[in-house]
Nanobody, 123 residues
C-alpha cells in the first residue's frame, strides 16, 4: 500500500521560509519521479516542482529561484524548501509519486498523492 505523508506546513509572514517534507512508504522510492503540487481555493491543482529518479529538477516559473526540491533516498523523503514566500503561495501543498517532472501521468499509471499540508502566507 502506497502512502505519502506531508508535513511542515503552517502560517508564515511574507518573506519567510518553510520546509515541507513528504515521507513515502509502500513503493520503491528511488525508482520513481516525485513532485510537489499545490491547490489554492477555487483554483486547479498545479505543479510546483518535480524531481526525477536521477535528480533532475523542474520548477514552475512562479517559484523558480525561491523554491528548491530535493530528496533523500535513504530516508524515503522528498523535501520542498520554500524561501521568500509570497501571499500568492498560500495553498494546500500535495506530494506526488509517479508523475513526470512536467506533471504528466506516466504510461505505467503510477500516480499517488498525499493528503496535503496547508501553507498560509500573510502579507
Amino acid at each position: 500500500q502506497v502512502r505519502l505523508v506531508e508535513s511542515g506546513g503552517g502560517l508564515v509572514q511574507a518573506g519567510g521560509s518553510l520546509r515541507l517534507s513528504c515521507s513515502v512508504s509502500g513503493v520503491t522510492f528511488s525508482g520513481y519521479n516525485m513532485g510537489w503540487y499545490r491547490q489554492a481555493p477555487g483554483k486547479q491543482r498545479e505543479l510546483v516542482a518535480g524531481i526525477s529518479v536521477t535528480g533532475w529538477t523542474n520548477y514552475a516559473a512562479s517559484v523558480r529561484g525561491r523554491f528548491t526540491i530535493s530528496k533523500d533516498n535513504a530516508k524515503r523523503t522528498v523535501y520542498l524548501q520554500m524561501n521568500n514566500l509570497k501571499p500568492e503561495d498560500s495553498a494546500t501543498y500535495y506530494c506526488n509519486v509517479g508523475r513526470t517532472t512536467a506533471g504528466s501521468v506516466p504510461g505505467g499509471g503510477m500516480d499517488y498523492w498525499g493528503e496535503g499540508t496547508l501553507v498560509t502566507v500573510s502579507s
